[in-house]
Nanobody, 123 residues
Framework: VQLQAFGGGLVQPGGSLRLSCAAS????????MGWFRQAPGKEREFVAA????????SYASSVKGRFTISRDDAKNTVYLQMNSLKPEDTAVYSC?????????????????WGQGTLVTVSS
């Protein structure tokens, strides 16, 4: 059972990145999926999540309107499209799977975690 997140990198303020989270060893179609981030010296925080049925997702207020979470169960992958990036979005982003139909805002409710991918927003 493994989740692998990738797609991070260095981007200028106002730019975009798309993170991907690919699952192996299990299928994501019965898992709610979440993205969390942790900046240096700060606690891990909720970014976005999507239920196992899909839909528009739920977002932290700091990213709402700029980030979009989506899932493609046929590809066993979840995405986080990040637009209008700001320096304060700089963090390590991790994806997580929760064996439930509904999302949770708490990282403690997620069972499987991918390794993080670093996003740096800087000019």
């Amino acid at each position: 059972v493994q989740l692998q997140a990738f797609g991070g990198g260095l981007v200028q303020p106002g730019g975009s990145l798309r993170l991907s989270c690919a699952a192996s060893g299990f299928t994501l179609d019965h898992y709610a999926m979440g993205w969390f981030r942790q900046a240096p010296g700060k606690e891990r925080e909720f970014v976005a999540a999507i239920s196992w049925s899909g839909g528009s997702g739920s977002y932290a207020s700091s990213v709402k309107g700029r980030f979009t979470i989506s899932r493609d169960d046929a590809k066993n992958t979840v995405y986080l499209q990040m637009n209008s990036l700001k320096p304060e979005d700089t963090a390590v982003y991790s994806c997580a799977a929760r064996p439930a139909s509904v999302i949770s805002y708490s990282y403690r409710q997620y069972t499987y975690w991918g390794q993080g991918t670093l996003v740096t927003v800087s000019s």
